[in-house]
């Protein structure tokens, strides 16, 4: 095994033959087997163990046995200790998800402050099976179906082509010491079911099931490469940028068939994977929405919007303005100056009576029941009727920030300015408030 794991190195991972990694090492079979491979191809790598504390004296134990390990072959260890079951009762996750997330977010921390580049798991073969079969049982589309990868961003997984059963009989005749978690035998969890039950019953299908298992998660891998790169021609061509949001139109994507799998590849990488709701998005009022973990996707007439959720903005919805002081951390970049004469009000800049204005001025969002006077028109508005007789879309209206004095609306940001502070008498000062990209 040490032969044809050297060669998969050198073929798929030749970063890894240059560069500090880290290996995250349980104590089990598999992280054990990577480390002592690793070891013999002398690699340069350190060891991350994470203590769940799960197992009481059981996990300690692992925690010994690694620490171990890692003085015997005298390379460098990282350790940490997680209070797991407070994380669930926080975070309302399972155990497994808990976990998940502790460990990757600290191995990022890990890297970063130590400036490594490439964290080592000891997923294999048989771990792809299992996920191949959990993500059929739950069903999925055919990404679900295409394995664990064995590059992500900075991670990798250079066991993918060995089982578990040539993992063990490497081991043994490595004379490598392991540790056993005793939960793996609990055919309570789904994984370990699939394991101890399903898998030997497909093996006596079929002998060489294995291996037929590995060359048909090739040929899927290799479809799933066919069809994203289709895909991404399909959205080069369909989704339009206009600013921070795209539009894509109602009609192209009808004439997409079969609608719903099109839907899945366009959309669920924004996280909207319902493929019931977008279809009726799709026939839906103006104005309806969808909202995903990072993306808002709105019906607007004969298109659909797609923007990002910003995070930054979400806490602070009101941000006040001094005579004395602009300050910096304004969602929009406002300019106040006193002039001598005033212009035609724009988009962009606006002419107002500063005696007209009460200090601290403020920029807020906007809200049910806001009104204003539209210069021009001289009489009070609706900022709702406003926005619709304007033809402004949801989006639009959500990101729009309002300029007021008191209750009062001074300025709707970017579209219309309020006539009752508009400039009645040039001896008196006047404002000019620029809007800056």
């Known amino acids: ?32 087997v990577l480390v002592e491979l690793c070891q013999l191809l002398k690699l340069n790598f350190s060891i991350a163990h994470c203590n769940f504390r799960l197992r009481g004296k059981a ?22 200790h997680f209070d797991t079951l407070g994380y669930v009762n926080q ?18 921390q890990l890297m970063k402050e130590h400036n490594i580049s490439y964290l080592l798991t000891a997923h294999h073969a048989s771990d792809n ?10 069903g999925t589309g055919i990404e679900g179906l295409t394995g664990i990868p064995a590059k992500i961003n900075n991670i990798r997984r250079p066991l993918l082509p060995f089982s578990r059963q040539e993992l063990e009989a490497f081991a043994k005749g490595q004379r490598l010491k392991w540790r056993e978690d005793a939960s793996n035998a609990d055919a309570k969890y789904l994984r370990n079911k699939i394991r101890l039950e399903i898998i030997p019953k497909l093996k006596e299908l079929h002998p ?46 009808k004439e997409l068939k ?29 104005g309806k929405q969808l909202v995903s973990s990072s993306h808002v996707l709105v019906k607007n007439r004969d298109v659909l919007i797609l923007s990002a959720i910003d995070d930054s903005k979400l806490d602070r919805q009101e941000y006040f ?37 009460r200090y601290p001025l403020s920029v807020r969002k906007w809200k049910s029941g806001d009104y204003f006077y539209p210069i021009g028109l001289n009489r009070k508005k609706k900022l709702a009727k406003f926005f619709k007789d304007e033809k402004v879309d949801v989006l ?19 579209m219309r300015a309020d006539h009752r502070f508009r400039v009645v008498d040039v001896n008196q000062e006047i404002l000019k408030i620029e809007l800056h990209d």
């Open 321 to 357: 303005i001094t005579e004395e002081e602009v300050p910096l951390n304004l969602p929009v970049n406002l300019k106040f100056m006193s002039v001598s004469e005033r212009f035609d009000n724009t988009n962009s800049e606006i002419f107002v009576q500063k005696n007209a204005l």
């Open 208 to 253: 060489t099931f294995t291996e037929n298992f590995k060359s048909t998660l090739d040929y899927l891998g290799q479809t799933e490469v066919i069809a994203s790169a289709y895909l991404q021609n399909l959205k080069d061509e369909l989704f339009v940028e206009k600013g921070e949001r795209v539009e894509v139109k109602i009609s192209k994507l």
């Open 91 to 108: 975070h309302k996750v399972s155990v497994q998800m808990a976990a998940r997330e502790l460990r990757y977010t600290w191995f990022a």
């Open 396 to 414: 639009s209206k959500e990101k729009t920030w309002l300029l007021c004095s008191g209750e009062q609306i001074v300025w709707v940001i970017g």
């Open 258 to 286: 079969p609608l719903s799998t099109y839907l899945f590849g366009l959309f669920s990488s924004y996280g909207f994977k319902e493929m019931k709701n977008l279809e009726a998005l799709l026939d839906g009022l103006s």
């Open 1 to 32: 095994m040490l032969k044809a794991f050297k060669k998969h190195i050198e073929d798929s991972f030749p970063e890894l033959l240059d560069n500090h990694f880290i290996i995250a090492c349980s104590g089990g079979l598999d992280s054990s």
């Open 129 to 138: 099976l299992e996920t191949f079969l959990i993500n059929l049982s739950r």
């Open 59 to 80: 996990s300690d134990g692992d925690e010994v046995f690694v620490r171990n390990v890692a003085r015997e072959i005298g390379n460098e260890i990282f350790v940490t």
